[in-house]
T-cell receptor, first 109, second 114 residues
Framework: KQEVTQIPAALSVPEGENLVLNCSFT??????LQWFRQDPGKGLTSLLL?????REQTSGRLNASLDKSSGRSTLYIAASQPGDSATYLC????????FGAGTILRVKS | DAGVIQSPRHEVTEMGQEVTLRCKPI?????LFWYRQTMMRGLELLIY????????DSGMPEDRFSAKMPNASFSTLKIQPSEPRDSAVYFC????????????FGEGSRLTVL
């Protein structure tokens, strides 16, 4: 059974810092890995999707990497801003995505 | 383009009442998913459909829960009878499975059962 772990559970940083969120998974037989952002009281917004044959994806200040052999992914956020404050969730799988518990990020101005 | 549309956004009901949640997936998507989110258990997949056919309902907690997808543009999740422990946010999501499989979520339906 796939298990997804996200570390840290919460993170508070000053504005402008570069930061890394971690995601690990137990079963490397995945079709893709997706990072989401969730604001309080809102749905999940897709940030980046990495297919199993890919190593990384980039969108603006976000970069996500995937290492299937070690069962790890990282989400790198460059030059963090207060507007980046949200919960970030990692999900892995194929048709059935398994979600981690998320990392609550607070960027202080 | 319109995203995944869910209704109602909020529902407050009393124990024993029937609850129906509705979802319109993104046009052209052929997979639809119902998730439940709680503080204690996080996001849990309840059921998903491919081309309107239920593929895996192993996450449906018990027989009080049922889901249908009568056509490609509409799905319902029904709870009958509802119980206080069903209180949660229910999300619908859709994807185009032949493509990247990227999953898109609706805003959710917050259910409170008193």
């Amino acid at each position: 059974k796939q298990e997804v772990t996200q570390i840290p559970a919460a993170l508070s940083v000053p504005e402008g810092e570069n930061l890394v969120l971690n995601c690990s998974f137990t079963d490397s037989a995945i079709y893709n890995l997706q990072w989401f952002r969730q604001d309080p009281g809102k749905g999940l917004t897709s940030l980046l999707l990495i297919q199993s044959s890919q190593r990384e994806q980039t969108s603006g200040r976000l970069n996500a990497s995937l290492d299937k052999s070690s069962g790890r992914s990282t989400l790198y956020i460059a030059a963090s801003q207060p507007g980046d404050s949200a919960t970030y969730l990692c999900a892995v799988g194929g048709n059935k995505l398994v979600f981690g518990a998320g990392t609550i990020l607070r960027v202080k101005s | 383009d319109a995203g995944v549309i869910q209704s109602p956004r909020h529902e407050v009901t009393e124990m024993g009442q029937e609850v129906t949640l509705r979802c319109k997936p993104i046009s052209g998507h052929n997979s639809l998913f119902w998730y439940r989110q709680t503080m204690m258990r996080g996001l849990e997949l309840l059921i998903y459909f491919n081309n309107n056919v239920p593929i895996d309902d192993s996450g449906m907690p018990e027989d009080r829960f049922s889901a249908k997808m009568p056509n490609a543009s509409f799905s319902t999740l029904k709870i009958q009878p509802s119980e206080p422990r069903d209180s949660a946010v229910y999300f619908c999501a859709s994807s185009f499975v032949v493509g990247t499989g990227e999953l898109f979520f609706g805003e959710g339906s917050r259910l409170t059962v008193l």
